[in-house]
T-cell receptor
Framework: AQKITQTQPGMFVQEKEAVTLDCTYD???????LFWYKQPSSGEMIFLIY??????QNATEGRYSLNFQKARKSANLVISASQLGDSAMYFC?????????????FGAGTRLAVHP | EAGVTQFPSHSVIEKGQTVTLRCDPI?????LYWYRRVMGKEIKFLLH????????ESGMPNNRFLAERTGGTYSTLKVQPAELEDSGVYFC??????????????FGQGTRLTVV
């Protein structure tokens, strides 16, 4: 069955340091996509980064990078040089298939607190 | 360009009443999704529209929930009659036509529904 697991309910990091948020997934579909979304206290879900299952390189978007370990079925989010504004809930999500539709399966989320 | 907007942002209703949530997707986005997060649980897929047609409604919990997307523009999600377990945050998301490639879903800020 498709599943996303985020084992860290809460994390904290010192400002300017890097932090890794864990995500593992389970799927039998060889074609899938992995997403990370950020949800600040205001409530909206902000897309951060995407990794396709056939992508050869790890995705990067500014300070965000996705450490994609396909054999281990993990897709950890790395935030470099943390900022106070990074404090939020972070959700890992998976989309099965290559159809381009966004029926996503979400993990439980990790609450990140960035301390000055 | 306006993002996905949802209305209302908060709603408190009594058990047995009816509530209608509205979502305005990003202009030109054919795909519209509804998700919800009930207290302490993961964000769950409810249904997916392609234009005005329901592509997938496998996540709709029961027949008290009715979603429409007349004209393929905005969508409404009606809960009638509301039950206590319907409380949670309802998210709407939209994405472009699937044939334009893998595009991420853009989420609204959510509607927080509280049934008392």
């Amino acid at each position: 069955a498709q599943k996303i697991t985020q084992t860290q309910p809460g994390m904290f990091v010192q400002e300017k340091e890097a932090v890794t948020l864990d995500c593992t997934y389970d799927t039998s579909d060889p074609s899938y996509g992995l997403f990370w979304y950020k949800q600040p206290s205001s409530g909206e879900m902000i897309f951060l980064i995407y990794q396709g299952s056939y992508d050869q390189q790890n995705a990067t978007e500014g300070r965000y990078s996705l450490n994609f370990q396909k054999a281990r079925k993990s897709a950890n989010l790395v935030i470099s040089a943390s900022q106070l504004g990074d404090s939020a809930m972070y959700f890992c999500a998976m989309r099965e298939g290559a159809g381009g539709y966004n029926k996503l399966i979400f993990g439980a989320g990790t609450r990140l607190a960035v301390h000055p | 360009e306006a993002g996905v907007t949802q209305f209302p942002s908060h709603s408190v209703i009594e058990k047995g009443q009816t509530v209608t949530l509205r979502c305005d997707p990003i202009s030109g986005h054919d795909n519209l999704y509804w998700y919800r997060r009930v207290m302490g649980k993961e964000i769950k897929f409810l249904l997916h529209f392609v234009k005005e047609s329901k592509q997938d409604e496998s996540g709709m919990p029961n027949n008290r929930f009715l979603a429409e997307r007349t004209g393929g523009t905005y969508s409404t999600l009606k809960v009638q009659p509301a039950e206590l377990e319907d409380s949670g945050v309802y998210f709407c998301a939209s994405s472009q036509d699937r044939y334009r490639g893998d595009t991420e879903a853009f989420f609204g800020q959510g509607t927080r529904l509280t049934v008392v």
